[in-house]
């Protein structure tokens, strides 16, 4: 399979709305409107056209994953960090590597444009591959009432955790 990650285009939109659709049609922890949230985000000050990225079979988009600006704050600092939400593949796609390709593709895009750290809420026996960690460990907590093992978070850089902890503020597109 000869797959080509690259920055997604205005063209890929109808592409990938289908495919955020169809990737989370059977999820059981879904609202189903994933598709919804990165149009959303597509159209915020939180999107990074270089963190749209898209996944490709044969001139056929089949994965597609976002990072998208947050911030992290505390009484005294406010720190600048990614979201990563959500990572989409086909259904008959799945389980062939493509996430994990998307995710660390993105990961090395993101450190290339200077961020330093990833936030997502995930599945607690998948993303730690990638080296995401608890939130808790980093005293970082989430704006809503979500399971711990859930909430992740890693540094892309050596520092990029170096004192930061606090509250993770979302763009409000992610509650729109």
Not at 116 to 141: A, M, T, W
């Amino acid at each position: 399979m000869e797959i080509i990650l690259r920055q997604e285009n205005k063209n890929d939109f109808e592409s990938v709305f289908q495919l955020i659709e169809k990737a989370f049609e059977k999820e059981e922890y879904s609202d189903h409107k994933e598709q919804f949230l990165v149009e959303r985000l597509r159209n915020s000050e939180a999107f990074i056209p270089e963190l749209s990225i898209v996944a490709e079979l044969d001139d056929r988009i089949i994965g597609h994953i976002l990072f998208t600006k947050l911030r992290i704050k505390n009484d005294s600092n406010s720190f600048e960090s990614l979201a990563l939400a959500p990572v989409s593949v086909l259904p008959e796609f799945q389980g062939k590597g493509i996430g994990s390709k998307l995710i660390l593709y993105g990961h090395e895009v993101a450190k290339s444009l200077g961020y330093k750290s990833v936030i997502l809420l995930g599945h607690q026996d998948y993303y730690p591959r990638f080296g995401y960690e608890l939130c808790e460990k980093y005293n970082i907590i989430m704006p809503f009432d979500v399971p711990a093992e859930n909430c992740m978070v890693i540094a892309l850089a050596e520092d990029g955790l170096n004192d930061v902890n606090g509250e993770v503020v979302y763009p409000k597109a992610f509650f729109e």
